[in-house]
C-alpha cells in the first residue's frame, strides 16, 4: 500500500494525550483553530503521502550526487521540494514578522514526522532550513534577518549547520576554522568543515551556511567559537544572489544510508560571512538551533518508524506460511511492540513540543525547563525506536527484508544516522543526567508528579494500568534521587540506562491516556507496553545505578580480547 | 590494527569454562591432544588473521557477480579458498573414513567463528558445504558417500541447501519443486529455488546442491519432501566433474549486505540427482543438516560481533575529543556491554558444541537433548549480539561510523543476515518452546541444576555474583514450569523473551565460571554482564509471562495505524 501520513494517530495525542488545547489556547497561537490544525494536518498527510513518500526508493537507488562540483540531487526532489516550500512548510513556525506563519511548534514538528517518514533524505533540507530560521531570529541582527529570513521561510533560499571537523565532533570547542574581521562589516572565513548535510543544494536559489569560527586571539574551547553566516552566493544590494563566495563542495561521503541527502565536505576560502550574534558567543546561538532540531531529529526516529511499520504489516498480512504470518504470535508481537514504541516516542516528541509552544507563547513558568528536559528524550528514543522498528521491519520479512528491493533495508539504513547527529544518543544521556538534572532535579520531579496524579486519576477506571504506571513513577523519583547523590563518573556511567529508564515511564504515563480516552485497541496497546516494554524499566534502573569501577577495570587490550 | 582472531579468548573458554576435557578425553577424539588442539587454532588464527580478513572491505566493494550465468567472485577470494580447503578446514571434525579429520566439533565451531569474523561472505562458503558432508555422512548410501565425501572434505566441490522457493520459506512444506524417478537409480528435479547462498561458485571443480523436492503422490506438507543430490557437473566414471546438468543460476539477489557471497535463483529444468535417504524422509535429512548449520550462524554472529568490537575499540582509543573517547564513560559502558555479551554468546555456542561432541563421541546419555536444547539458544542469541554489538561498532564511531569506508556499517550489513537464514530467531525460540520442551522440560531443569550448582560451588569466592546467578537460575526454573502449563498461544506469545531470559541466565553462568578461573579483568566483565545485562532477564520472564491475547486484540488495522 505503500506509507499512509499517520495523521488520526497524530490527532489522537493532540486532543487526548499532549494537552495540545492549551496550546492552542494560547493568544500567541490564536490562528491554530481547530479547522486550521486539521487543514494542516491533513494538507500535510497529503503531500507527504503523495508527492514526497513515492520519491523515497528513488533517493536510495539514484543518489544526489556532486558532478564536477555541483550537486545534482535525486530526480524528482526538485518538484517535491518546490511543493514543500509553495506550501508554506519551512515556515510554518516561523516567525510572521519574517514571512512565517507563526503556527505551533507542535504542528511543525508533527508535520516534520510525516515527511521524515515519507522521505528522510529530502526533509533533512527543510528541516536544517528550520534550525538556521530559529538561530537568526534568536540571535541575527535585524538586517541580517530583514535579509536572510524572508527568503528561508519561502524555501527560496536553504541553510545549512556547519559545525563539525575533522578534529572536532561532539567536542566541538576543537574546531580550527578561521575568522578575520574585514573591516567592513563582514568577515572572512578559511576552514574545512566536514559531515555538511546538504552542504549545497540545486533545490534552491542559494545555500546559507551557519558557520563556527574562530576569531584571532579568540579564547580557547567553546567559549572562543564565533557563529557566522556565510551564503553560497553574495546577496547583491537588491538581496539577490549574485557573485559567488569563496567556498566549495570538495567531496560528498559514501554513506550507510540517506542516500538522497549530500552530506558535503565544505572548503571555506576566506570566504565573506557576516557575524550572528556577538564575538565569542556563538555557541550560545549553535545551541538554540541544536535544541529544536534535536527534537526534530528524534521525529524523523518515530516516522521513519511508523514507515517500517507499516510496511512490515502489509508484509505480514499478504505472506501465507501455514495462514498470513501476522497471525504467528511472534510476528504478532513484534509488530504490537513496535506499534506500542512509536506510540510512546511520538506522544513524547510532540509533549515536547507542546512544552516548547507553552514556554514560547504562554506564561507557564515551568515549560521551559520541561521542554529542556524532554528534549535528549526525545531525541534518543524516538531515534532508538526508529533503529528498532527499522530492524523488526526487516525481521518481519524475513529473506525479503534483506534483499534491497523492498526497501526495508533502506530504512534500517536512513534512520541509522538519527542516533549520531545532533550529538549523539550518548551525548543526549550525558545532556539529561548533567545539565537538565542540574536544577536538582526540579523539572524531572515535576513530570514525575504529574504522572503519579494520572495514575491516580486512572486508577478507579484502569487500576491494574494505573497501578503499573505509578510503581515505575516512584522507582524513577528514586532513580531521579540516586543519580543527584552519585560521583560524576558513576552518574555518567549510568546516564544511557537512566534516559531509556525515563522514556519508559513517559510512554507509559502517556499509554495510560490514551487508555483512558481510546477504545479497545488503545487498551490493549497499552497493556503490550505495560507487559512487554516497561520492564525493561526496572533493568535499566538497575544498569543506571551500576556505577563506573568495573567499567573502568576493564583497559582497551581487556575490551579488545 | 584490523581483526585479530580470538584465539587466546576462545582457549580460555575451552579450558576453563565449557569443559572442553571432556571432549578432549573421549576415545573418538582421541586425537585432539591439547598439542594439537592448540596448532589448530594457532593455525586457524593465522589463516583468517592473515589471509581471510584482509579480503573482507573487497568483498563489499568488490561483489561477487553474476556474468552471462556464470559467477565471479570477489578478486582473492580464490586464492583464500584454496587455503582453507588445502590446510584441510573444511573437513575438519568429518569422518576420517572419507577424507575428514575427525577432530571435535567444538574445534570446528571454533575455527568457524574466527573463519566469520573474518570474512563472512567468504566462510558461508564452507560452512555449507559442511552442513551438506554432515547430511551426506548420515542418509545417504555408501556409493554417494563414496563418490561426494572425499571431493567435498578436500574442498574440491562445493556444497549448497536448496530449501526456499518463493512460497516456501519457514513454511518447507509448501515446496512445489518436483522429482520423478528416471528408473535408472536417478531422478530428474524440475522446480525453482530462491535464496541459495553459493547457488553457483568459481571457488570449487563442481557445486552439489541438496535439493529439496517433492516425489509424484507425495504426501502433502513435510512428509512429503525428499531430499536429493544434484550437482552442476555430472560425475563421470572416474567421478570427474562431466557434462553440464540441467539446472542454472537465473540471477543474484542485491541485498544489504554480504556481497560477496552470491544469493542465487536456482533453475531446475529435468536436472538429474539422486535420492539421500528414504523417499519423503527429506525433512529429517535437512533437518540434521541444520541443526548443526544453525549453531555455525550463532557463531558467525559471534564472529563478525568480535570483529566488529576490535574495530570499535581501536577507534575509540585512537579518536581524542577532550581525551580518547575511551575514558568516556557512556562509550566505556557500550564497549564494555559488547565485550560482556561476545563472551556469554561464544560461551554458549562452544558449550553447545561440547555437548555435540559429547553425544557423538561419548556415552554421555543426556548429551544430545542438551546440544538439541541449546542450539536455538546459541543461534538466536549468538546472532542478536552480532547485531547488537555490529550496531554499538557503529556508534562508538559516530559519523565515520555512518560513513562505509570505516567497514562499520559492513559489519552491521553483513550480519543481519545472521537473525533470518538457518531458521529466523523467531522460529528458533518457538523450537525451544515447542519441541525443545517437549521432554517436560528435563533438558531446561537439568541445565539449570547444574548453573545452581556453580552458583553453590562459587557462593564462598564470589558470593554476590554467585547470589545473582542463583536467582536468576531460580526464576528461570520457575519459567520453564510456567512455560509447559501454558497453553499454546501464550507460549507462543512468549518464546522470543523466554529463550532472551534463558541466554541471560547461561551468560551469567559462564561468566561466573570464567571469573572463578580467571583474573581482575574476568571478574570485571562477569560484574558488567551481571549488573547490566543480566538484569534485562526479570524484565524478559515478565514479557515471557504476558500472554497472547493482547496481541491479538490488535489486528491489522489497529497495528497498521
Redesign the interface.
Known sequence: MGYRA?V??IRFILDHVVDFRRVAGLKAFADATPDTVEAILTEAGRLTTEVMAPLNRASDLNPTRLENGVIRSTPGFAEAFRAIADGGWVGLAANPEYGGSGLPQTLNVAVGEMMSGACLSLQLNPLLTQGQIEALEHHASDEIRALYLPRLNSGEWSGTMNL?EP?????V??LRTRAENAGDGSYRITGQK??ITWGDSDLSGNVCHLVLARLPDAPQGTRGISLFIVPKLLPDDQGNPGVANSLKVVSI?????IHGSP?CVMSFDGATGWLVGQENKGMAAMFTMMNNARLGVGMQGVGVA?AA??QA??Y??DR???GP??D?????????EA?AE?FAARAIGLACAVAIDLARGGDDPEAAARAAFLTPIAKAYGTDVG?RVA?IG??VQ??M?????TGA?QF??DV??T???EG???IQ??DLIGRKLSDDGEAALRLLDEIGEGAKAAQSDLPELANTVWDAAESMREAVQAMLADDA?DR??G???FLNAFAGVLGAHYHLRAAMHGG??EK??A??FA??IL??????L??AR?G?A?????D?A????
Chains 1, 2 share one sequence.
Not at 581487556?558 to 580480547?561: F, I, M, T
Open positions: 499517520p488520526d494517530q563539525t578534529q572536532a565532533g561532539s567536542d570547542g576543537a566536514i559531515f561521503e559514501h554513506k550507510l544510508g552530506t511508523e511499520l507499516q504489516v502489509d505480514a498480512v501465507v506460511q501455514t504470518i501476522i504467528h504470535a511472534d510476528v504478532r508481537r513484534m509488530l504490537a506499534r512509536i533503529s530492524d526487516i525481521q524475513g529473506g527484508g534483506y534483499v534491497e528491493e533495508a534500517l539504513r541509522r544516522i542516533r549520531i547527529y549523539t544518543n550518548g544521556a550525558m563518573a555518567a556511567a546516564g544511557t540506562p479497545a485497541a490493549a496497546l497493556r503490550v507487559a512487554r520492564p525493561l524499566h526496572s533493568a535499566y538497575g544498569a551500576a563506573a568495573d567499567l573502568f577495570a576493564l582497551a581487556a575490551l579488545r580480547g
